[in-house]
């Protein structure tokens, strides 16, 4: 695309924005949270964006509930003064415009560019935020074998193009970590990284840290703590419109979201805000609506397209793995990988728990000799770690149980294999390294 052709492009996009007529209202109920429209009911649905003068500039919000005296109003940036009065007007739906020259780019939820870089070109398609997952019939199928270069994974979890992942963790045990590992995977044309409710120091650190080398075919959206719940609701949902014009592109893309359960806590406060019954620790129905139609939005693309492999992070509150979010996530995606603590206090990371984590397409990578060897290797760690008690109380005497006499000789050496470090090298033949660690 030449130059003019651009600038035809921006103007009749331009154009396209202009509004003929501007239907108003007004404010006339304001809380911390939402504020409330009169006027503007008829010509409203949920999820119509509104804007409304307030302290100099237009404040952008969303609607979030609709009754006939008038419209519960969820703003995106809620730092804004709004008084009661203050003129409000039907406003564009939110939509992207990616481009093939937002990679190595650094955007906000709302699409604007973070990183100083100027201006972000816009595409010629805009994609809505709320877009629908590919139909069920049309999705091509899973078949090819994804190497992460993390060990543990490669071996007891692997992975395939097109799959759909979780890491679930409580807090400090290192899933940003295994995060950064994982986005040095090589195979993949476009990297796009949803970064939600993500602490505002970490993100310049991530970016110019493990990111580094591959920050020339990324895209990260940020959305950091400090902002409003509908901006930390609005990022994943961004991210996924930019790996889908990727995918449609032909391209093999991998998602990354840390994490899903700050998106389930922005969907939260902002169903309260709409009114909804807290009926699950505080969640509301609608939450556990919206992560399978978000969750389900990634996988393998039609025939001929792309596909995007997707990882979710998902903390669990209090180390409790049966948290509501937790369960919903699990429940929809191919898999799990399970980060527990007492194995990051006994200092082994990445702290993953091979005896909980589950691959649902391991089948698909493994050759029978290696699924076989796998089996064996879960029963051994297993038999072990049933024993540590006994061992502990010098219950256990060398020749009693062949099988408890080879655990415990070959267990550790196992242990010390999966370990790996965040600047270590990538592991290339995972099964390689893992025999020449049990000869030991």
Not at 101 to 118: E, N, S, Y
Not at 162 to 185: D, E, P, Y
Not at 255 to 269: E, G, P
Not at 344 to 368: I, K, M, T, Y
Request: charge should be negative; charged fraction near 25%; aromatic fraction near 6%.
């Amino acid at each position: 695309m030449n130059a003019l052709t651009r600038l035809e492009s921006a103007v009749q996009s331009g154009l396209d924005d202009l509004p003929f007529v501007r239907v108003s209202g007004v404010v006339r109920e304001v809380t911390p949270t939402h504020f409330r429209v009169a006027g503007l009911s008829s010509h409203l649905t949920l999820g119509a964006c509104v804007g409304v003068e307030a302290g100099g500039r237009q404040l952008i919000g969303e609607v979030v509930r609709l009754d006939e005296g008038g419209a519960t109003v969820k703003p995106f940036d809620e730092r804004v003064p709004i008084g009661l009065g203050a003129p409000a007007h039907l406003a564009r739906t939110l939509a992207f415009r990616p481009h093939a020259d937002w990679k190595g780019r650094v955007i906000g939820a709302l699409g604007q560019p973070l990183d100083g870089l100027g201006p972000l070109t816009l595409g010629d398609e805009a994609r809505a935020l709320e877009a629908d997952p590919p139909e069920a019939m049309t999705r091509a199928r899973i078949h090819k074998p994804l190497r992460t270069g993390v060990r543990v994974i490669d071996l007891f979890t692997p992975l395939c193009e097109g799959q759909r992942i979780g890491i679930f963790a409580g807090s400090g045990v290192g899933k940003s970590t295994l995060l950064a590992m994982l986005a040095r995977c090589e195979g993949f044309d476009t990297i796009v990284i949803a970064l939600v409710g993500e602490r505002g120091r970490e993100v310049r650190e991530f970016l110019e840290g493990p990111l580094a080398p591959n920050r020339h075919r990324s895209v990260v959206v940020v959305a950091t703590s400090d902002e409003s719940a509908m901006m930390r609701r609005l990022a994943p949902r961004a991210g996924f419109a930019v790996a889908e014009y990727f995918r449609d592109r032909g391209e093999q893309v991998l998602l990354i979201v840390d994490s899903v359960t700050r998106y389930a806590h922005a969907a939260r406060d902002v169903a309260l805000a709409a009114g909804e019954p807290a009926v699950a620790r505080g969640y509301a129905p609608s939450v556990f609506s919206t992560l399978p139609r978000l969750l389900e939005r990634a996988g393998p693309g039609p025939d001929g397209a792309g596909a995007i492999s997707a990882i979710f992070s998902v903390l669990v509150d209090g180390d409790d793995h049966n948290d509501p979010v937790a369960d919903a996530v699990r429940g929809t995606l191919d898999g799990h990988i399970v980060l527990d603590r007492a194995i990051g206090d006994q200092g082994r990371f990445p702290a993953v728990n091979v005896l909980r984590s589950v691959s649902r397409l391991a089948d698909l990578v493994w050759s029978p000799e290696e699924r076989d060897l796998i089996r064996r290797l879960r029963s051994l760690i297993a038999r072990f770690e049933d024993t540590r008690d006994l061992r502990l109380m010098g219950g256990y005497h060398p020749g009693a149980d062949p099988e408890l006499d080879q655990a415990v000789k070959v267990v550790p050496r196992i242990y010390e294999a999966l370990s790996q470090y965040a600047d270590a090298p990538p592991s290339r033949e995972p099964f390689a390294e893992l025999a020449q660690a049990i000869r030991g």
